[in-house]
């Protein structure tokens, strides 16, 4: 039996083994994703992300808690895959595993991954996308992937998901203003955690207000029941299609306690359902399939290159970068065209 | 006369439009980067990282006040280049550099440049190095590189300094652990900024074991004046030569209030010296090049295939692979080689 066979029929075992070799990236991990890549599709990717300090790991365990024992409804098959850009050498990754396996250890239903870059950003993308289809075509229905940090990486991996939670904090400092700014863009659901510290209704206020910044539509919408003059002729078709915009909604949870998980779950599964009504998903699905491609392309074609240049034709030219006879570009160009024009 | 030559000869207003030209990738800026680079390799690059929170910015800003002027020695010019890697779309950056007008502006010695993400994450650290360059070839003798955030866009960004500053404060939450063990690989120099808040001895010892485990070796050199059967014999030859081994220090700062400022600054200059004693300096300054090389070779060869491929050839690929039937990496053996292996 092939490997990805044993991974339809449900075998954990081989799954764990199979997400080594696609982190490794071996020839065998390859050929299995290829066989399990007509299998995927199904999960619902949803990427959380957020500055160090905000408490994700443990939102994301009381989420996949929720996920095996909800109040209502079906118990779900839950994988996270806990990435961690910042940590190329060691250790942050295998501690965050330890953590997690005192609330979640012994359930079959839930399967938990950690991957840390080993070498460059492009890689840690390309392993991550690969682990997510393993567990897609394994069949877990709800796939967390969970970034520490906030930076481009961040952004980067969002793209992966098809729901990204932006994870923020009250009072982590001055700095986070500028953060937020880029990462607001990204999410489609905003959660302030320990709302029950001081400072969490300015947190919110300051959502709220960069919110509208980057969503002036809505105004319309939401007072659209209160004050029909709001909107103009031309926009009535989006007023009755609630699917046509989405606007994150601001979730405030206190995660090592539980609070505000039901409410966060149910955000999450209306926008998956918005997407789905709004053929948003299958936009995402092809710009997602789209950066993977070119993301692959990258390293082929690096790797196809560097097969074709002596080693001592690329020494020569870096020898002569150093000591500043020639300009990287110039370098660039004397490897790829023979001449430094 | 030359953008290059304007350039050199201390033009400020020329140099600005040159790092506008770096930043937007103009063959104008490549030109000029190319006539500038042998004049580059005189300045001190400073790299400061750090998570948000821990007062980066103020840190930067105390310590290009204090190279104006030193209490000892003569005053510097210095460039400050604040990265934005979070920050893809708008606002961060430039928010930064109005906070720091009130301390720094005016004074002609000091330049300020603020870059924010655009595009790919790759191209931004050839953006910065660029920018970097132009800096180092129009006699900036001190150019601090400020990045905002923490993760593998920050650690790649470090590669481009001569000395890096992992910036923490005390109190900013359990998942700072995890990003520590990565982050301090990178730190030539540890700074524990709003050192007078609650916490800030934890931090420190904290980040004194880590070291240690990180840097097993110092523990004979910090005793062996003490204890002498620390040392083996053959171990003697490092003993008696104290430029072959940097522990990072761990400076204490109240950026703010100007405190902790010329020893950090005095960490930093010793630091350099190490660098150029005991060889390294030259080492880095390669392996610096080549990663820049490196970015370049890899963007170039991308833009070179991307003109040879038909867009109809990509979208049939595309299309192919969002029906699921082919996975992505059968889609670049199509692309590459004509077929799906």
């Known amino acids: 039996m ?18 080594t070799k696609i982190e490794n990236d071996t020839i065998e991990g390859r050929e299995a994703l290829n066989e399990l890549f007509a299998h995927t599709g199904r999960a619902h990717l949803i990427g959380v992300t957020g500055a160090p300090g905000t408490g994700k790991s443990s939102l994301v365990n009381h989420l996949a808690l929720y996920y095996r024992n909800p109040s209502i409804g079906k118990a779900r098959q839950v994988a996270i895959v806990a990435v961690d850009p910042s940590s190329p050498f060691t250790g942050g990754a295998i501690l965050g595993d ?18 840390a870059s080993r070498g460059s950003l492009g890689g840690l993308a390309v392993a991550t996308s690969g682990v997510v289809q393993a567990l897609d075509a394994a069949g877990f229905e709800i796939i967390m992937v ?28 001055d700095d986070i203003q500028a953060i937020k700014a880029g990462i607001l863009e990204i999410a489609d659901v905003l959660v302030i955690n320990k709302a029950d510290r001081p400072g969490a209704e300015i947190t919110e206020r300051a959502l709220r207000g960069m919110l509208q910044l980057a969503h002036p539509a809505p105004h319309i919408f939401q007072n659209h029941h209160k004050d029909h003059s709001w909107g103009e002729p031309g926009s009535q078709q989006f007023k009755e299609d609630d699917s046509a915009v989405w606007i994150p909604p601001i979730q405030l949870t206190v995660a090592i306690e539980g609070q505000g998980i039901p409410e966060l779950a ?43 240049v002596s080693q001592d034709a690329y020494n020569q030219a870096l020898h002569n970068l150093v000591d500043r006879k020639i300009s990287p570009r110039q370098a660039v160009d004397l490897l790829l065209n023979g001449d430094a024009s």
Chains 1, 2 share one sequence.
């Open 266 to 308: 149910d955000a999450i599964a209306r926008h998956y359902q918005h997407l789905m009504t709004s053929g948003e998903l299958s936009q995402r699905e092809r710009s997602r399939l789209r950066s993977e491609l070119d993301n692959l392309l990258r390293d082929r074609l690096v790797a196809r290159w560097r097969a074709t």
């Open 98 to 115: 330890r953590v997690r396996m005192r609330d979640l250890a012994g359930d079959p239903g839930v399967f938990i991954r950690s991957m």
């Open 146 to 173: 969970e970034t520490v940090g906030a930076g481009q990486a961040e952004v980067d991996i969002a793209r992966l998901a098809h729901t990204t939670l932006v994870i923020e904090a009250p009072g982590l400092g």
């Open 2 to 19: 092939s490997f990805a066979d044993s991974i339809l029929e449900g075998n954990r075992l081989a799954l764990a083994r199979l997400l």
